[in-house]
């Protein structure tokens, strides 16, 4: 058998680099494409994005015409593909979820329609919960500021990291929040201006985040130092 390096070489004339005969696509009136493979990607995709309604009715008809053999052998070759490249895979995923939210919503509604799935839906949402009360906290707060007309925004990370920071304690009294159940408070409310980044959290144990309320640090701190 002949390596690359053997073969005969062509000039690409897209390049223009001289390789090797094994770097081009057959074609069906030349021997080989005039492109080579690489220059040939390129192209393939620039034709496609600037035809997006050919290419999908192309490949909807492509796909009504597919046996089921056919169609199972490509979902094996998809499944195998996300397997050996899963961070690409769950990229490529939610860009396709991100420009296709409608899409999305009615296969979700088309999903939880089938009997059995509401519960398993219900009992997954659970659990993650469960399992992801910084991510929960983190979320909510996110919400309540964008009701509250606030900017900023932080993850389950700050929180993580201002639980270190505060050794893990509450800010007004010796309650350990590992033992305790906490929730994360804004030093400045929102709805006294205040933001949702990183810099205006703190972790409060409950009872203390109640009894603070709507007040800024300053003014709890010295209702506290009065007690």
């Not at 690489?38 to 393939?44: L, R, W």
Request: hydrophobic letters at 35%; charged letters at 30%.
């Amino acid at each position: 058998m002949l390596t690359l390096s053997l073969l005969p070489t062509r000039k690409c004339y897209a390049c223009p680099l001289a390789k090797s005969v094994g770097e081009f696509r057959p074609h069906y009136a030349a021997k080989v494409s005039a492109r080579c493979r690489d220059c040939d990607n390129v192209y393939v995709r620039k034709w496609k994005a600037a035809r997006p309604d050919m290419v999908k009715a192309s490949r909807a008809a492509f796909n009504a015409r597919m046996s089921p053999g056919a169609r199972a052998k490509e979902n094996r070759y998809h499944r195998e593909l996300r397997q050996r490249h899963p961070e690409a895979s769950r990229a490529s995923g939610k860009r396709w979820r991100d420009a296709n939210p409608e899409k999305m919503q009615a296969h979700r509604d088309a999903w939880l329609a089938w009997p059995g799935n509401k519960e398993l839906d219900d009992a997954r949402r659970a659990a993650w919960t469960k399992a992801n009360p910084d991510k929960v906290r983190a979320y909510h707060s996110v919400r309540n500021a964008r009701k509250a007309g606030g900017g900023g925004s932080h993850t389950a990370t700050d929180i993580a990291a201002k639980m270190e920071a505060q050794g893990f304690r509450c800010i007004y009294c010796p309650a350990a929040l590992r033992t305790v159940a906490y929730e994360v408070d804004h030093i400045i409310p929102l709805s006294r201006g205040g933001s949702d980044s990183a810099d205006n959290i703190q972790c409060l144990c409950r009872r203390c985040n109640r009894r603070k309320h709507d007040r800024t640090h300053a003014e709890f701190a010295e209702i506290v130092a009065a007690m």
